[in-house]
């Protein structure tokens, strides 16, 4: 696989560069560039943000300044997005910015298992080997190397060569049809949820949904009162039944961690069913992924589900995934995508039986 990787680490190209460098976003995200930036010696120039979020905010040390002002200040510069984007305006003004300067997305990362480098890579070269052939088409294997390019070298252009509309995975990979079971795990408010509705206008067997985090899970049965043949869980989902700890985050991002203070009911996905058929089902459950494809292994190998699983949390999933579905079952066809968002998050494996 290496040898596909034609890109260099971001964090050299950021090392190397004699240009200024300036930080897009303040947050989270940024926090996580800086210290990466610290490790390597290199300080940024500059923190801006969108124009209406700039209002005298000062944020570690930095005046948080408008792209108006940097452009202003320097002839030239890069800029590094610390922010994660999925909406279609800020994309294109993304794109636009990238056509204009020197730009770079880093894939830090969610669960804390180190930057993703191209030594990375290379430590696991035959894994990524053996997971990109197990890939069933041309689109998902090249995919599969654009996002790899990217999450090395932080260049957006990989990204924006592969995405796919998620309409388009519902019509040529899913296709869903009128008695389907959708099992939903990691729910959050009920989107994916919103989206199979759409997918089979309303016309499916039945739908099980699952989330762990408390407020998310009140937020999913507001959202999903009126929908029918609907079941809900406040589960985190496992390889087994167990309390596991929680570590809460804003919005959908939070996850089960080690340190984590808040104790959650967590359990299989063959224990949920008990013997159930579903014909779907998907995953996004914020690094749990292999755990919760374990707990399933009966499921799986008895009813071969259409599976819909989250590729971006640990930066070994992008090969420990197909192999261990490949594992439980080699009669799927494994597809992956990546849908329109910086940095590569909703990078996904799409499953079908042969």
Known sequence: MIERIKEKNVWDYLKETELPIVLYGMGNGTDMVIEQLEKIGVSAAEVFASDEFVRGHSFRGYKV????????????FVIVVCFAVHDEAMLTKIKALSEKHTLFAPNVP????GVFTREFIEEHDEDFERAYSLLADDFSRQSFVD???FKVSGKVEYLFKCEKQKEEIYSEYLQLGKNEVFMDLGAYDGDTVRDFLQATDCEYEKIIA????EKNYKKLTDKTAEVKNITTHNLAVWDKKETLFFEKKKGR?????????VEVQADSVDNILGGEKITVLKMDIEGSEEKALDGARHTVARYRPKLYVCAYHRNSDMYRLPLKINELCADYKIYFCHHPYIP????N??????
């Open 253 to 261: 991002n939070s996850k089960l961690s080690s340190s984590g203070k």
């Open 147 to 149: 996002v790899l390019n």
């Open 349 to 354: 494996f799409y499953c079908i039986a042969k």
């Open 110 to 113: 969610i669960v804390n298992d």
């Open 65 to 76: 300044i408008k792209y108006s002002d940097v452009c202003e200040k320097y002839d030239d």
């Open 344 to 347: 590569a998050w909703e990078s």
């Open 210 to 213: 699952v989330e762990a985090d």
